[in-house]
């Protein structure tokens, strides 16, 4: 009975480790976020940041999504507009950092 008590004690504390050695870990999202996409224009000054999540294994396609004060919105990566939004905000991080 001491052995299995040692036993069941350690496995609980070997678990307790490990849970709480991932629980700040990023979150990983395994789909996409963008189920539809916003294609016409949205003025600069409106969009307060903009997100890119690269094409992977969680998704296939590149997703742009701008935070706006009325929510989130999902762009058309494909759109000239949007590229040179996407453009627009790295400068402005770029020249945020110096």
């Not at 991932?22 to 963008?34: D, F, V």
């Not at 992977?56 to 997703?63: A, I, Q, V």
């Amino acid at each position: 009975m001491m052995k299995f008590s040692t036993s069941a004690f350690m496995l609980l504390i070997c678990t307790a480790a490990l849970l709480s050695t991932t629980e700040g870990a990023k979150q990983i999202q395994l789909r996409c976020e963008c189920i539809k996409t916003h294609s016409d224009p949205i003025p600069f000054k409106l969009i307060q940041s903009l997100r890119v999540n690269e094409a992977g294994p969680h998704c296939k396609n590149e997703e742009i999504i701008a935070t706006m004060k009325k929510g989130t919105t999902c762009l058309n990566p494909a759109k000239d507009w949007v590229i040179s939004l996407k453009e627009k905000f790295n400068k402005k991080n770029v020249k945020s950092q110096n």
